[in-house]
């Protein structure tokens, strides 16, 4: 039992919920108090410390079953020629022997309503390759091949000869009914049996998979050298990253005690010191920027936009206001689709409508879409941030747009994946660059992390 | 003391004496919670009961319910404790003569001060001490629930501060020494998730997430609570309230705005929900503009379906 429970500890870590010793140490001592023979308030005891998180709720459901069982065993019809008189018994034997062999032992352990064995069960699994498995997603499509291999469809067209065949027997209509139902429940048994084992062995697999790499080292590693694996991590990480930069902005700020003096705040404080003021208090510093965004969304550049679309969006209590863009050939307005809550949703939908094509990002003409467009969002207290590479294919890099952008911009930082000795070819970035306040290089997630602290802080 | 909560149904059955209907989930998790002596995060949409269950557990253990209420900008003077200052000087300028007879005598200014400094306890006692709800849960005679309220208003610092209480139960004021609990409180913690809170302060709770109850439920609650209200409309208002969470809302209705409806029906003394009932009271449960006009038209008056109709004006134009 506890190396079930540490299995699926194992396999919720390998999910991607955090599991501390501390909470599975609990989740111990959780099961010794309430013992395991109410299944239910066994589930209860491991949920409640273990999973500390409303999102993580669904990934412990789907689990939990699969590793402590799902309380019944499947339900089997029982074997039809039980109560059939031995006529009709006799019947039902003639029209199995008139099956090839190998379909009627199949047939036949239908008919008895027997489960498969472990190591039957095992020997399919591996025929379709279950042991090399371990995403969940995968649990249906890996029990419709282990049905396949067991000639589901066959026995299936099989039987509905079977049932004809009786039919012309003689067999009596309500019989047929029946004998068909029980078989169908047989059949529904097994394939459930099936599903079953494949969730369990896929959960398994997850639990033996070395804890997948640290988010640390990813945080390092540069976007353009990302699986998609590692890209849903470091999503996630986002998230969380945000968090916690929020809470420390929102610290920063608070104390931030070189404000203004507050007089009324002050003398409120300090009555209870007969008006002394041993108690300064300030006005709370409050800087919150106003962003205007520009993020280049073609190929090249996609993951490194949307980590940052994510990172701004999240942010949002910060952020007074941010007008977002994207362009690959042209200019779209973007925050609308940010207005709901979940931004992933939301840059799914940009990214949707966007496509990028070959070669076809074109900053310049973006930027004269800005300047027809939304050249008003840019005024004295705005920050202007741009994501891009810069690579123009040689096409017109108006850089007489982006000089009155960035004259109108409080700031203008460049975000760039690209280290400066890079920047030839159709790069246009040596010719922006000296227009921008700030040229950052973020290749990585924690250079990212670094320049929205920097932005949000000075 | 008799304990009310020695098993898994007894918790159950105490909660629902308090009129708190427990499911399964609650009354197993507040068990453990209290056996293992870990504070219980619960987490869920705003008005399902979080609050309610500490004040059904405090009822049902007879213990005192000691509550902090969060919000942002709580530091720890108005969460632990502040020296009561104008009483200090009050006392001060009442004590002047008797301080006056104690100083008077000294010789020297050194001595005076000396004098003074063994004096410094009597200002520095707990008679000067103003308990907040945090001491007062610790230094309280009695067993009590300690119910901190929507931590998630709070700032993160605070949050931080938290943890060290809740770890093991006692504060140091600079002036006394450290407090230490007589009795560990029952600590329920509430959270609306407007914010994600530490992983520090997950890790030592117990989590339990209370969603809007199945109609079953949601009718026993509204039974429990209102049994003025006829069972047949009762009924019916709360399949009307279940009908209205699955609409996509900006606030869904939660338990307290049923029971408030379930009131108002009563007080109108409604027999049926018809159009004219609806249209009176549905202010009491949706609380957006939006989601008023968004309720009349979808769930009142659905508009007569008119899918056949559409495909004709859009084709006969062709």
Same mark, same amino acid.
């Given at each position: ?111 008895? &309503? ?15 390759? @279950? ?49 068909? /139902? ?92 007969? &008006? ?8 709370? %510093? ?61 840059? &799914? ?40 590479? &810069? ?49 950052? %290089? ?17 | ?39 219980? $995060? ?7 009961? %979080? ?36 009483? /200090? ?9 008797? $301080? ?8 020297? @200014? ?18 000067? $001490? ?94 429990? %609570? ?46 049926? @929900? ?45």
């Amino acid at each position: 039992m506890e190396t079930r429970i540490l299995q699926l500890i194992a396999a919720l870590r390998a999910s991607g919920v955090r599991v501390s010793l501390a909470e599975s140490a609990e989740a111990f001592t959780a099961v010794d108090l309430m013992g395991i023979q109410h299944r239910n308030h066994f589930r209860l005891s491991l949920r409640t410390t273990l999973i500390k998180d409303v999102k993580d709720l669904p990934i412990f459901d789907k689990l939990f079953p699969l590793f402590f069982g799902s309380g019944q065993p499947p339900q089997m019809g029982g074997n039809p020629t039980d109560d059939m008189t031995p006529e009709e018994a006799q019947m039902f034997a003639d029209a199995l022997r008139q099956f090839a062999e190998s379909l009627r032992q199949r047939m036949e352990r239908l008919m008895n &309503g027997e489960q498969l064995s472990r190591e039957e069960l095992e020997a399919l699994g591996n025929m379709v390759g @279950l042991n090399q498995t371990d995403d969940l997603r995968h649990q249906e499509w890996l029990a419709q091949r282990m049905m396949r291999a067991l000639a589901f469809p066959e026995v299936r067209e099989a039987l509905r000869e079977l049932m004809e065949q009786l039919q012309q027997m003689g067999m009596s209509r309500e019989r047929l009914e029946q004998v068909r /139902q029980q078989i169908a429940q047989n059949m529904a048994g097994i394939e459930q049996q099936i599903k079953q084992y494949a969730g369990e062995r896929i959960a398994e697999n997850l639990s033996e998979q070395p804890p997948g790499e640290n988010a640390d080292n990813l945080m390092n590693r540069p976007f353009h050298a990302l699986s998609d694996a590692d890209k849903k991590i470091l999503q996630r990480e986002v998230k969380r990253l945000a968090a916690a930069l929020k809470t420390r902005i929102a610290l920063r700020q608070k104390r931030a005690k070189s404000g203004q003096l507050d007089p009324k705040a002050t003398i409120r404080a300090n009555l209870k010191h007969h &008006g002394v003021p041993m108690e300064i208090h300030y006005r709370n %510093k409050i800087r919150k920027p106003r962003i205007v965004v520009i993020c280049d969304v073609s190929t090249s550049m996609r993951f490194c936009s949307e980590l940052m679309l994510s990172f701004l969006f999240a942010l949002q209590g910060q952020v007074s206001k941010t007008h977002a863009f994207a362009f690959i050939d042209h200019l779209e307005y973007i925050s609308e689709d940010f207005s709901g809550s979940n931004a992933d949703e939301a840059i &799914g939908s940009v990214l949707w409508r966007m496509p990028s094509g070959h070669y076809n990002t074109d900053l310049g003409w973006s930027l004269n879409n800005f300047n027809d467009d939304y050249m008003s969002t840019l005024n004295g207290q705005t920050t202007l941030l741009l994501v891009g590479d &810069g690579r123009n294919n040689y096409n017109d890099p108006r850089l007489d747009i982006f000089s009155t952008m960035s004259r109108r911009a409080s700031r203008t930082i460049w975000l760039n994946p690209e280290p400066a000795y890079l920047w030839h070819g159709d790069s246009d970035m040596p010719k922006y660059a000296p227009l921008c306040n700030n040229v950052l %290089k973020v290749s990585n997630l924690r250079e990212l992390t670094e320049a929205v602290d920097s932005l949000l802080s000075t | 003391m008799n304990n009310p909560f020695e098993s898994t149904g007894r918790v159950k059955a105490s909660l629902s004496e308090q009129k708190y209907i427990a499911s399964d989930e609650i009354s197993t998790i507040v068990y453990l919670s209290q056996k293992l002596g870990k504070p219980l $995060l619960t987490e869920g949409p705003a008005g399902v009961g %979080k609050t309610e269950l500490a004040k059904a557990i405090a009822g049902a253990t007879g213990r005192e319910l000691i509550r902090l209420q969060c919000y942002e900008g709580l530091d720890e003077s108005k969460a632990l404790y502040e020296w009561e200052y104008s009483k /200090q000087l009050l006392y001060t300028q009442l004590l002047r003569d008797k $301080l006056n007879d104690t100083l008077g005598k000294a010789e020297s @200014l050194a001595e005076a001060a000396d004098k003074l400094a063994g004096e410094e306890d009597v200002f520095f006692s707990n008679r000067f $001490l103003l308990q907040r709800p945090l001491l007062k849960a610790i230094l309280c005679d009695e067993p009590t629930v300690l119910l901190i309220d929507e931590i998630d208003r709070a700032d993160a610092e605070f949050e931080a501060f938290l943890l060290e209480v809740l770890s093991d139960f006692q504060v140091s004021v600079p002036e006394l020494g450290t407090l230490t609990a007589k009795h560990r409180p029952f600590v329920v913690l509430t959270s609306n998730n407007t914010r994600e809170l530490s992983e520090a302060l997950k890790r030592r709770c117990l989590y339990l997430f209370i969603d809007y109850p199945s109609i079953q439920e949601e009718l026993a609650v509204v039974r429990l %609570k209102v049994p003025e209200l006829n069972p047949k409309l009762a009924q019916q208002a709360v399949e009307f309230v279940q009908k209205l969470r699955n609409a996509d809302m900006r606030k869904s209705p939660s338990i307290s705005e049923t029971l408030d409806w379930a009131n108002a029906l009563v007080a109108l003394n409604a027999k049926s @929900l018809d159009k004219a009932t609806l249209e009176d009271t549905l202010s009491v449960l949706v609380k957006h503009e939006a989601d008023l006009q968004k309720a009349k038209r979808q769930l009142i008056a659905p508009p007569p379906s008119r899918g056949k109709t559409d495909d004709f004006g859009r084709f006969s134009g062709n």
